[in-house]
């Protein structure tokens, strides 16, 4: 059966760029607003969901992997700095580590001593936050094509939306050059992992990534993007029910967790399981409708220009 809100709307079709960054603000408003690690989980789960289902088959849309490894390196950062530099909270030693002394102008600074699950708990949740929010982020930029955004924006703010497309292609760029870079050293026989390995590739790689960007900003300039007069005329992105649809899921994720029991504060003293109220739960279950509701993104293998 035809799902009702697609039946004005092709079955396969690019969605309006605003419509998903407006889904994808309104996650992140909610993934900011709460320390609870059920809700934080939901909500990286929904935007997880997101790119695998509606992600784009793009260059500029290969993303997701590299995010999710940078959310995992936020999370333990997170955990590490909490319990070892944090002041230590609770009183369930989880380990003791050789405590360095500090000078008397540092009060309240500590590296090493004693670590405990409490300060563990407090710095895996307050990392899967930035987890969550980088996930959001990174699901708009794998669904929405950033020529399309671009198009959509008013011609007047055109000079911030070349340095938002620009912003936006910047990380997919550099998972591109990684990937050949990393091939290279491989054929030529080099260290491919490693502090080594990372530090030869890390100059090439950001140089051509910021190559690729700055060539971006030009082709967008010479096209007669962001000029109060476009040069050439496009036709718009229309907003159909689908649009609403998302746009709708995302203020109501967002407005369900700032007003509606969202920002539960985990507790750690003493220790207790972390619950989900119903409108958390309600939040995350909007918060993945846009997977399953929306039209599939068209599979293109092309670098989308403007």
């Avoid at 590299?66 to 909270?89: C, D, K, T, W």
């Avoid at 620009?166 to 760029?173: F, G, M």
């Avoid at 040069?231 to 609403?244: F, G, I, K, L, S």
Wanted: hydrophobic fraction near 55%; glycine fraction near 8%; aromatic fraction near 6%.
């Amino acid at each position: 059966m035809t799902n009702p809100l697609l039946r004005h709307d092709r079955l396969v079709r690019w969605l309006h760029p605003v419509a998903w960054w407006m889904w994808a603000l309104g996650l992140a408003a909610a993934a900011s607003s709460t320390d609870n690690p059920l809700l934080l989980l939901g909500l990286a789960s929904a935007a997880s969901l997101v790119m695998l289902t509606r992600g784009a088959k793009a260059p500029w849309a290969a993303s997701m992997k590299p995010m999710l490894q940078i959310a995992v390196i936020l999370i333990i950062a997170r955990m590490l700095l909490q319990s070892v530099l944090g002041a230590p909270m609770g009183t369930h030693i989880a380990v003791r580590l050789p405590a360095l002394p500090m000078p008397p102008w540092l009060t309240g600074v500590r590296l090493g001593g004693v670590v405990t699950f409490e300060s563990l708990v407090t710095g895996a949740a307050e990392g899967l936050r930035f987890a969550a929010i980088l996930l959001c982020v990174a699901a708009a930029t794998s669904v929405a094509a950033p020529s399309r955004l671009f198009r959509a924006l008013p011609s007047g703010i055109g000079d911030v939306g070349t340095l938002l497309i620009v912003d936006a292609t910047l990380v997919p760029h550099l998972v591109q050059d990684f990937r050949r870079t990393t091939a290279a050293r491989r054929l030529r026989g080099r260290p491919v992992r490693g502090v080594r390995a990372a530090a030869g590739s890390l100059t090439p790689v950001v140089e051509s990534a910021l190559e690729r960007s700055v060539q971006l900003a030009a082709s967008m300039f010479s096209r007669g993007y962001g000029l109060p007069v476009r040069a050439t005329r496009h036709r718009p992105d229309p907003w159909r029910p689908a649009e609403t649809l998302v746009a709708a899921c995302g203020a109501a994720v967002g407005l369900l967790c700032l007003l509606g029991g969202g920002g539960t504060t985990l507790a750690v003293s003493p220790m207790r399981w972390p619950s989900l109220s119903l409108a958390a739960a309600c939040a995350v279950a909007l918060a993945m409708l846009p997977a399953f509701l929306t039209p599939r993104t068209p599979s293109t293998d092309f670098v989308e220009v403007v």
